[in-house]
């Protein structure tokens, strides 16, 4: 096709058609058993048109930037599923049960294989790079694929792969090293610790997956609000709860990533230094939450005062590195003290919405709450920044 226009008309009538056998009641009957042969909750067959057309519209014609996505989502996703059902002895938790490693190591070297064999023989890139960047390519697109849940890896591995696969393209082979190491290092430090944590494997795996996307758009200077919190979980949690227990799933991970990931996207684009602020919040907000239902457990007859203020506190130390950073730029003494008030405030919220402060929760809401607290104090934050800014200029 010369246009996406097609792809999308003909995406769309196979999400029509596939839409129809699994929710009108009579195709479903009939037929509907063609898609749900899977004993899980999955929407992955309306996702795969979906991701089709996305790829071909992202790759803007370009064959290799398209073919490299659909194989890996046609090719690995089918081999890891049959090679886990075959073979799979040892099994990791996922939001929807277990997923073997033997599944996931066949996906990663099909995924390389997917990447390898198109560059060698298209790109005409020399076998160096193609193995660098295939190899990054596999361990990225392995994390996507064991995390995501109801089959919205149809969507994700094409997408993802292709924005993966595009850059990577574009790098020269030191930068490619410096990646495949950072991918490297996050994975040994996140599973170094994993006993000790309060992270479910499939929360470990979102980690590194974030952390990734995180350093690859903003560098070390972002990185670090999430690195600490993950660090403080890792010396604190296990032990201060003293039970076998794993709720920081995929997406509790995410509910406490995104609304900071959706500020250095922004951040990115605009490029707009000053966004760095309403980052640093909501994971500093982030932090005082699961430091006050954590001190709210370890210690059930302390007055909630006290452990109100000392969860705040813990939240403001994770703005000691931002001052550092800015002081030269922006007025930090009174960005330091906004962001104690809108911490304490974001905190207060949080236990007026969430009246049952579990340390432990295995609540999906909670976590969206958490989330949309920071987020909207990062907001209130960052246009209050914005008013002090312009007064110090008048």
């Known amino acids: 096709f010369s246009s996406a226009l097609p792809v999308f008309i003909l995406a769309t009538i196979a999400f029509v058609m596939l839409a129809g056998l699994r929710y009108v009641p009579w195709l479903k009957t009939t037929m509907g058993g063609v898609i749900d042969a899977v004993d899980r909750v999955s929407a992955g067959e309306l996702y795969f048109p979906a991701g ?47 997923k073997s490693y033997q599944g ?23 076998a160096p790079k193609a193995v660098l960047i295939s190899l990054i390519t596999g361990l990225l697109t392995v994390l996507v694929e064991a995390v995501a849940w109801r089959g919205i890896d149809n969507l994700l591995l094409p997408v993802m792969g292709f924005l993966l696969f595009n850059s990577f393209v574009k790098l020269d082979v030191v930068e490619l090293i410096t990646n495949l190491a950072v991918v490297v290092i996050l994975s040994a430090i996140t599973f170094l610790y994993r006993s000790r944590s309060t992270f479910a494997d499939d929360g470990l795996l979102t980690a590194v997956l974030v952390g990734y ?30 039970r076998d227990i ?27 230094d000053a966004l760095l602020f309403p980052y640093v919040l909501t994971f500093a907000i982030q932090l005082a939450i699961l430091e006050l239902t954590r001190e709210i457990y370890h210690f ?55 009246r ?4 432990c929760p295995r609540d999906l809401r909670r976590w969206l709450r958490q989330g949309a607290v920071a ?8 246009g209050m920044l914005w008013l002090m800014l312009g007064s110090a200029r008048a």
């Not at 991970?253 to 922004?266: F, K, N, R, T």
Request: net charge neutral; aromatic share 14%; proline share 6%.
């Open 52 to 98: 089709i057309a996305l790829s071909f519209w992202l790759s803007d014609g370009d064959p290799l930037l398209y073919c490299v996505p659909i194989l890996i989502l046609t090719l690995a996703d089918a081999v890891a599923a049959l090679v886990g059902i075959r073979y799979g002895t040892k099994f990791f938790a996922t939001l929807e049960g277990t």
């Open 104 to 126: 996931s190591f066949a996906f990663f070297i099909m995924a390389f294989f997917c990447a390898f064999l198109p560059l060698m023989l298209y790109a005409h890139i020399a």
């Open 213 to 242: 996307v995180i350093w690859a758009l903003g560098g070390f200077t972002w990185v670090y609000p999430p690195l600490l919190i993950f660090v403080r979980d890792k010396l604190l949690s296990y032990s201060a709860l003293g």
């Open 246 to 272: 794993a709720p920081h799933n995929a997406q509790s991970i995410l509910s406490i990533c995104l609304p900071g990931v959706m500020w250095l996207v922004a951040a990115v684009t605009t490029h707009n």
């Open 300 to 354: 059930p007859k302390a007055p909630r005062v006290r452990l109100f203020a000392a969860s705040v506190g813990v939240g403001w130390l994770l703005f000691l590195p931002y001052v550092v950073i800015v002081h030269a730029v922006q007025p930090w003494l009174s960005a330091a003290l906004l962001a104690i008030v809108l911490i304490a405030l974001g905190v207060g919220l949080f236990m007026l919405m969430q």
């Open 356 to 359: 049952a402060l579990d340390p």
């Open 375 to 382: 987020l909207a104090a990062s907001v209130a934050g960052l």
